[in-house]
């Protein structure tokens, strides 16, 4: 197998303390001014709410010719409340679809909170959300209980095609 590509980046593109540092203060296009330093760029909003088809289709044309890859985050109901909501699912698919379809959607990234243990249930949830996602991008799971330091939750995980961030 070959090794892993490893890519440079940042979460989010948008933040006041950038300006004047990473891109000017009146800058009009602040993902684009982040996309020409960096290679990579984490969606961060969609953690808050479930991405836009046509946000999504903005950022992939506006970063086109920079071809700058994307990771974005699923919807907080997914991670933090553990929703497999068949309409949330659809919403979130739907909105993804013109970064998955660009072929720069790298990864799905499920942060959980320092709460969510590694237990049967959690597993399978993880297990659930890959099949829902899975075919848009890899799914990672960013896991912060130390109950995931064990080989065998990590396991698990890979088992179900499921990769994982930080321990």
């Known amino acids: 197998m070959a090794p892993a590509a490893v890519h440079f980046g940042v979460a ?3 933040y006041a303390d950038w300006k ?8 009009k296009d602040t993902l684009r001014a982040v996309a020409q330093r960096v290679q990579l760029v984490e969606v961060n909003t969609t953690f808050y709410h479930p991405p836009v088809a046509r946000n999504c289709a903005s950022w992939v044309e506006r970063t086109a010719d920079l071809g700058t890859w994307f990771t974005a985050k699923l919807p907080q109901e997914f ?3 553990g929703s497999e909501d068949e309409g949330l699912v659809r919403r979130t698919r739907e909105g993804f679809a013109p970064l ?10 499920a942060q959980t909170n320092w ?3 590694a237990t049967d249930r959690s597993i399978a949830h993880f297990a659930r959300l890959q ?9 990672v799971v960013e896991v912060r209980h130390r109950s995931w330091n064990a080989g065998p939750a990590l ?5 179900h095609g499921i990769a994982c961030a930080a321990l």
């Open 79 to 81: 991670t933090h409340h």
């Open 100 to 109: 998955a379809a660009s072929g720069r959607l790298l990864a799905l990234l």
């Open 115 to 117: 709460q969510v243990e």
């Open 12 to 14: 989010g593109w948008s």
């Open 20 to 27: 004047d540092v990473v891109y000017p203060r009146n800058c």
């Open 131 to 139: 099949e829902a996602f899975g075919d848009l991008a890899q799914l």
């Open 155 to 159: 396991e698990r995980l890979a088992s």
